[in-house]
């Protein structure tokens, strides 16, 4: 079956980088369960360890929104859904984000009281083959069981969300960052209780949670801002995305076109595009030159789902018209 979002046909490198992606994220699940299992039978009172267990929790959020979203983006357009279900990506990143900014929010919150009382959190021990163990060991050596792997599929689905940008991709290669150094803070914390200093186990929980705030703002805010129509960016939300200069400059070496300006949305994988083109004088395109040009822009990046042509004698403020000239939002 051809690998496709909405309409738009995947080329093979692409359709190659989602069945690697949907493996990657089935493979995530089945390790999210067995390190949420584990950890929590090593969980004891301590505060880190509790940060760990629910920050392994929300890091089953990306992976699921990802194939489910993926379902729903193949279907093709429909009267009521004109643009496709592009926009499910957008809604599934929303949501992770929501849901790490509200656990970051009460860990903080969770954390700092037992900071502020004074809390010493006892680590007791376990009768193991009849030998007495310290419960820290168990707790140390599971999360340092946790700490290889997401570092590997942390850095697989980076490259994959940039091949097939999306954005929720890249917001669970940053839970798996957010995975491996929680784990290391944690080893951290329960270490700083072996030794006395009962503090360090709230401070490592401390530290965690605000990894999780910090990932939730940062996707909170990338997730609103595309679903407000902001400007395409890369995937990682860094930079403006190249492909609105690419298909500027193409339409400008047009012969019959004196001025272009375009706007870009992004749509969760693909792009909605308008170009706004001034003609020179005496030389407005025919149908199968706009054809023509509107087939060459899709050429350009398979991300180009869906774009409009639009002639206009002179161009919206918003796409390098003259200052105070909404001429896009008018009729003429």
């Known amino acids: 079956m051809t690998a496709r979002f909405g ?5 093979d490198r692409q359709a190659r980088s ?16 067995i390190s949420i299992v584990l950890v929590y039978f090593v969980i004891g009172s301590s505060q880190a360890m ?38 499910s990506i957008g809604v599934a990143h929303l949501v992770a984000g929501v849901a790490l900014f ?38 140390m050596a599971v999360m340092a069981l946790t700490i290889p ?36 803070g944690t080893i951290v914390g329960v270490a700083g209780i072996g030794i006395g200093w009962w503090w360090a186990d709230a401070a490592a929980a401390l530290f965690i949670a605000a990894g999780i705030l910090r990932d939730g703002v940062r996707n909170m805010r990338s997730a609103i801002t595309d679903l407000m129509d902001t400007r ?16 500027d400059t193409y339409l400008r070496a047009l012969p019959w076109a004196a001025e272009v300006g375009s706007r870009v949305r992004d749509e969760g994988h693909v792009f909605h595009v308008e170009s706004f083109i001034v003609p020179r004088h005496g030389r407005t395109p025919s149908l199968r030159k706009l054809r023509e040009a509107r087939d060459g822009c899709i050429e350009l990046d398979w991300k180009v789902q869906d774009i409009v042509l639009v002639l206009v004698d002179e161009l919206p403020e918003e796409v390098g018209g003259p200052v105070g000239d909404r001429q896009s939002e008018r009729n003429r």
């Open 50 to 87: 509790k940060a760990a267990w629910i920050e392994d929790l929300l890091s089953l959020a990306p992976p699921i929104a990802f194939l489910v979203a993926i379902r729903i983006v193949n279907r093709r357009p429909t009267d009521r859904y004109p643009y496709g279900f592009h926009r």
């Open 18 to 33: 989602l069945k690697r992606a949907e493996r990657f994220e089935w493979l995530t699940l089945g390790y999210l369960a």
């Open 149 to 184: 792997l997401p570092i590997y599929f942390g850095r697989v689905k980076m490259s994959l969300a940039k091949e097939l940008h999306d954005k929720v991709l890249y917001a669970d290669a940053d839970m798996n960052k957010a995975d491996w150094t929680t784990a290391v």
């Open 7 to 11: 309409r738009t046909e995947l080329p």
């Open 102 to 139: 509200a656990m970051g929010t009460f860990l903080i919150v969770d954390s700092a009281i037992g900071l502020f009382r004074l809390e010493h959190p006892p680590i007791g021990s376990v009768q193991i083959f009849g030998q007495t163990i310290w419960l820290g060991w168990l707790m």
């Open 232 to 247: 395409a960016t890369t995937f990682d939300g860094d930079r403006p995305h190249p492909v609105t200069a690419e298909i």
